[in-house]
C-alpha cells in the first residue's frame, strides 16, 4: 500500500510539472499581467494594450525577438531603472514595430514609428525616456499618440 501511495505522490508532481511547463511555453512569453492606457488630448482613454513588462536585462534583451504575430492589442512594455537616451534596434524581430518612448512623468517624449522587421539600423530616442511601449506598426497613428501624450500603466490583479 506504501508503494502505491508514493508512486501516486510522483505521478500527482510529474503530472503538475508538465502542466506547468505547457502553461509557460503556451504563453510564448506573452502571460498577460498588466495594461498601458493610452489618454488623449482631452484626458479621455483613446487606447489600451494588455503588455508584457520587459524588466530584466534578459527580457529587455530578447523584446519580442523570433514572435511572428502580436494581438491587435497587445505589447510588450520596457521598465528600465533611469532615464536617459533609449536604443534598440531589430535584430530577429519579425513583426514592424511602433515604438513609443516614455519620460519619468508617463509623458510620451518621442515616437518612432514603422520599424522595419529585421533591420539593424540603430533606433534611438531623441530624448531621454524611461520607459518604452512597442506596439504593432500603426497602431500609434490610429490611437493618434503623440508627443506629449498621458499613458498610464495598470497592474491587473491576477
Not at 520599424?115 to 490610429?142: C, F, H, Q, T, W
Amino acid at each position: 500500500m506504501l508503494k502505491i501511495f508514493f508512486g501516486l505522490k510522483y505521478f500527482i508532481l510529474a503530472a503538475c510539472c508538465m502542466l506547468t511547463q505547457i502553461f509557460v511555453y503556451s504563453c510564448e512569453g506573452f502571460c498577460q499581467d498588466s495594461q498601458v492606457i493610452i489618454y488623449g488630448s482631452q484626458g479621455k482613454e483613446v487606447c489600451k494594450f494588455v503588455v508584457e513588462l520587459a524588466v530584466t536585462h534578459e527580457e529587455q534583451a530578447r523584446g519580442l525577438m523570433f514572435r511572428k504575430t502580436m494581438d491587435n492589442h497587445a505589447g510588450m512594455f520596457f521598465i528600465f531603472d533611469r532615464e536617459e537616451v533609449r536604443h534598440f534596434w531589430m535584430r530577429n524581430t519579425l513583426i514592424p514595430l511602433d515604438m513609443i518612448f516614455i519620460g519619468n512623468n508617463f509623458l510620451i517624449v518621442d515616437i518612432h514609428k514603422s520599424a522595419k522587421p529585421l533591420d539593424e539600423k540603430m533606433i534611438s530616442s531623441r530624448k531621454p525616456a524611461r520607459y518604452v511601449l512597442e506596439i504593432n506598426a500603426g497602431k500609434a497613428d490610429k490611437c493618434r499618440i503623440k508627443m506629449g501624450t498621458k499613458v498610464k500603466l495598470l497592474k491587473t490583479p491576477f
